[in-house]
């Protein structure tokens, strides 16, 4: 299975973000994964608190420079690159004075801004496999994690399905319990169509669109799942029992034999 390649769409990274559950294992993840010997390209937003300075990003003139059309709008889209020396992985940041403002890192309790969470997952979504598009690789598996990744399995089993770089990827997501707690935007359902995908591909969830649907969203579209914290809410535990796919259930703060194991069964 050495030449797979595994595509890791995080939320948070540490060192790029504080240490966490998420963070942590936004490193762990795809840094044990290369050393397996597979290949790898992993991604988060360039949330407002990094410090590019501190964390040396630079941009990548070659891979900026595109547009999104979201909800009839246009959002240019900037991609820069880092390295963590100690993993010896590299992460590419999307980038967007719209969506990612200083002090910003996707909660909305602590900073005077309108809701634009929604929006702000279907920019990072598309952006990342607009990008993926645009350096000629193939993943033969993605990662998704964090609900800022969840719109990412929708997106390719729906629009980018008949794309040569996506047309046989398999998709896992990692669920993880601190999901923020207030409705996403009025909006949203307009801003998620995109091709084939209609605002009415959301009618089977509730009206009043959560964060924990955001993650049943996740799960309908993906092909596995890898319970990442030890308490998942009820709603998506619930959720999740009726689904037929592959799942793996929490196995502690590190990343372990089991979870190499089931990512590698979906690359054989």
């Known amino acids: 299975m050495m030449g797979k390649k595994i595509l890791f769409i995080n939320q948070e990274i540490s060192p790029y973000i504080a240490d966490n559950e998420m963070s942590l294992l936004g490193k762990l993840f795809p840094q044990k994964i290369q050393e ?22 630079h941009e990548v003139q070659r891979l900026s420079g595109m547009n999104l ?32 403002p200083k002090k910003h890192v996707g909660e909305n309790d ?9 929006e702000r997952a279907v920019f990072y979504a598309r952006g990342v496999l607009e990008t993926v ?19 990412v399995p929708l997106y390719i089993k729906k629009a980018y399905n ?14 993880f319990d601190n999901q923020p707690k207030e409705l996403l935007e009025e909006n949203f359902r307009k801003c998620i169509e995109f091709k084939d995908i209609k605002e009415d591909i959301l009618d089977n969830y509730s009206k009043d669109f959560d964060y924990n649907e955001f993650v049943n969203l996740a799960i309908d579209y993906s092909d596995g799942v890898i319970a990442a914290s030890k308490d998942l809410d009820q709603s998506i535990k619930k ?14 703060k590190d990343f372990t034999d ?3 194991k089931f990512i590698e069964s979906f690359l054989e």
């Open 36 to 57: 397996a010997g597979y290949e790898i390209r992993t991604f988060m937003p360039k949330w407002g608190t990094v410090n590019e300075r501190r964390g040396q990003l």
């Open 69 to 100: 059309i979201i909800d009839d709008t246009d959002h240019p889209l900037i991609i820069k690159v880092a390295s963590i020396q100690s993993a010896r992985i590299q992460v590419y940041f999307l980038d967007n004075d719209d969506y990612f």
């Open 110 to 118: 602590d900073i005077e801004e309108e809701n634009i969470n929604g």
């Open 133 to 151: 598009k645009k350096l000629r690789w193939v993943p033969d598996l993605i990662v998704c994690q964090g609900w800022m990744s969840a719109l």
């Open 162 to 175: 008949e794309e040569p770089s996506f047309v046989n990827t398999k998709i896992i997501t990692l669920l």
């Open 239 to 252: 959720h999740l029992k009726t689904k037929k796919i592959p799942k793996l259930k929490y196995q502690g």
């Open 258 to 260: 089991e979870h190499k």
